[in-house]
């Protein structure tokens, strides 16, 4: 299991957001491809990037700044927002980028992302962004109308990696880890037979004893937790976390 440190892109800039709210945004580093670099240089194995702005609509704004950071580290990268079709799916990878994460997409074209994950095999995450067990999409602004088990039924059986599950009540909030919301996750993928997909935590990780208690929940699915705010208000040292984590 890695901890994943998170860059979350608003206008080229570093920033971090309280359950996703477009408004609520705090700017870390002015330079996020030298945030990108630290990370690699201390030992991270992956980077989380999402980009902000294409996930609320404004497309194009980030783009070069994720390419500038492509270039810049040799690591893994998994991006997300605003991927809503084929075309921005094949720009991504075509400059690079290793994962590419699928929200309100893999909800509103699950044909269309079915297809892309049997040509990309293993290289798409399907993203639940969860409130109250509710798919959420559009930058987390609309209800889907669907629930957790509505998209695992969907993708169990396809090529996708894995799911990267958000818990949006406690995001960016440092409350500590929802251990409820993890377990009823876990609960549905074990009645699922032969689930074989990847998860990542986001959401919620505040301190070391999240991880502590990640640990014991002893799941072999748990690819990794993503840590954005608990690094960069200084309640978790990264090194120190993958330590917890071995």
């Known amino acids: ?22 408004n609520s945004s705090i700017v870390y580093n ?54 809503r079709n084929s075309d921005l799916v094949k720009k991504y990878f075509d400059v690079g980028i290793n994962n590419l994460i699928i929200g309100s997409m893999s909800v509103e074209k699950p044909n269309e992302v079915t297809i892309l994950s049997n040509k990309y095999a293993n290289q798409v995450y399907v993203s639940l962004d969860i409130l109250r067990d509710n798919i959420m999409i559009r930058g987390w602004d609309e209800n889907s109308g669907k629930k957790i088990k509505d998209i695992l039924d969907i993708y169990t059986s396809s090529k ?51 991880l502590i208690n990640l640990k014991k929940l002893n799941t072999k699915n748990i690819e990794g937790i993503i840590s954005g705010k608990s690094f960069y208000e200084g309640k978790i040292d990264l090194v120190e976390a993958q330590k917890i984590l071995n």
């Not at 299991?1 to 477009?22: F, Q, Y």
């Not at 818990?167 to 009823?184: E, R, V």
């Open 160 to 210: 996708i990696r894995g799911y990267v599950i958000t818990d949006i009540q406690n995001d960016g909030m440092l409350k500590g880890l929802n251990l409820d919301f993890i377990n009823n996750f876990i609960k549905k993928i074990n009645l699922i037979k032969k689930f074989n997909k990847k998860i990542i935590i986001a959401g919620g990780l505040t301190d070391y004893s999240d």
């Open 30 to 83: 002015e330079d996020p491809e030298k945030q990108a670099i630290y990370f690699e240089q201390i030992g991270c194995k992956k980077l989380h990037l999402i980009d902000l702005d294409a996930a609320f609509g404004r497309s194009n704004i980030n783009f070069e700044t994720i390419k500038n950071i492509r270039k810049s580290i040799s690591i893994p990268i998994q991006l997300g927002g605003g991927i």
């Open 1 to 22: 299991m890695h901890i994943i440190p998170a860059i979350d892109l608003k206008n080229n800039k570093c920033v971090r957001l309280s359950k996703g709210k477009d």
